[in-house]
């Protein structure tokens, strides 16, 4: 029987290969054959693993749907927060907006209203202009 160790690198391989080719089956025997057919050990965990292959997968399927929908979730809460806090600028950008037209609006009457002071003044000061020209 190999060094444990050969079994562990062995299976670490196959493993990693396993991570990169998710949907192909976990084949043992092409790593290390020599070991695979001389280990008992080896021999028993890769009967373990035709065994309870459907189940790993199972369990690690439901694991990665629900990383995956947990991840969504988080997506879908973050999405949700800045679509509140565009919002919320928006409407605070809304309400600068009208505020800096408003002191405009009431800057500009204020104008206004002087000028009709000095219009008024004017025309009363041409009209007794008139009276003394006539």
Known sequence: MKDGGDVLRILRVALKRKRDTPFKPLDLDSYGSSLMKTSAGTAAFKDFLAEK????????????????????????TRVNQHSKAVSGARAELERDEVAATLRKYKALQERIAELDEKLDEYQKKAQRLQKKKS
């Open 53 to 76: 292959s459907e189940q790993l997968a199972a369990r690690f399927g439901t694991l990665a749907v629900e990383r995956a929908n947990a991840i969504i979730a988080t997506h879908n």
